[in-house]
């Protein structure tokens, strides 16, 4: 993935490099959150204050001339890496063509472009059909109004330490109070949490079919299966904490959910589009889920998201059921057919699966010399460590915390997630420079030493 000269492939023009000319963030960035904080809503949170100017491979630049490394992809996104010539030439070229007509108004190939691709990768061979949309939330209710439409049932499963989005009724499938949902109740009704497998928190060890009966009896027990809907579930959970369930979970409930009529939806709008080392989360596996909902890394940093699935689910709606002014926008197209030509021409499902080594191997280590790992997990380019206290158990988010603060401080991107706030997550671009994602674990095993 990279030339003789460590620049990431595709010739953005940024030097890949991680790079310092003040401290973090400097006095421009520092200026500018002030405008900041003076202008935008409290409610809208920043993990690090530097206001970025420039952005591509693995690095942003920031406005004091800091390059940084990035190990955050916008939460998942800029996999092809950020302002990728492939994304910006067809953004480019469709922007002077014409930027809006509405999809349900006058229709453009760009959209139905986009609905074959995705027919194309997603898992299953059945005939497939999408709906296009602008947000991964957004894409989540339509999952569910299409599986109610199709079952003509109601309710709607989901998982502990779920995250499906900040709308109403996401917010309801949503698991964490804060901040998501605090004070912005009363939520959606018939949404129905089950537990989810977590092997790292299991009080002993349990199989993941063992895992799945046990979810599968709270919904047979609390709902009943002729009740339900959908069951919409993350892979590998994102925001929760990187939480990937024990081998045979995610088979067993799909075989649950056809038994009885439920609609599977696999929510892998942060799984998707070769984060795990897959094209789907679900490849992993073999799961067919009958609706995949997709957003985040699917079009290189535009707002787009789908809904795809089986076309006899998805043509259960009535027409007029479906759509959004701006869902499908046409220069939001263009930028996925960039992004996923670059991923299938530069095998970004092999580039993750190498990184991910990268990291595995460096965390791994740090296992070793360092008591408050308490578990290293992922799949492919999507990685966390989970960070507790002596006891090998106890979630330490403040330590978490610092741990990434540090990173902050000598230039490198990291986010936490997790329900207990304890999860350091890395979510390099998959076009990252293997030296330069070695550099970043350099510093993030300094933050370990930093905050012992
Ligand atoms: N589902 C999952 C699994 C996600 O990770 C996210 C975003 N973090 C969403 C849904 C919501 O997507 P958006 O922020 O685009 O609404």
Redesign the pocket.
Known sequence: MTDAAGTAAGGWGLPQERRLVTEIPGPRSRAKFARRLEHVAAGVGTTLPVFVEAAGGGVLVDADGNSLIDLASG??VTSVGNAAPAVVDRVVEQAHAFTHTCFMVTPYDGYVDVCEKLAELTPGNDAKKSALLN??????ENAVKIARAFTGRQAVAVVDHA?????NL?MAMTAKNMPYKHGFGPFAGEVYRAPMSYPFRERSPISGVEAADRAIDVLDKQVGATNLACLVI?PI???GGFVVPADGFLPRLREWTDTNGIVFVA?????GFCRTGDWFACDHEGVVPDLV?T??GIAGGF?L?AVTGRADIMDSVHVGGLGGTYGGNPVACAAALGAIEIMQKNDLAGAARRLGEVMTHRLDALSATHSCVGDVRGRGAMVAVEIVGTDGHTPEPVRAGSISAYCHSQGVLTLTCGTYGNVLRFLPPLVMPEPLLEEAFDVVAAGFDATA
């Open positions: 939460i998942a947000s991964g939330a957004e894409a989540v995250y499906h989005g900040r709308t996401t993350e959970l994102g925001e929510d892998e709008i942060q799984t909902t957003a985040k707002p998201a």
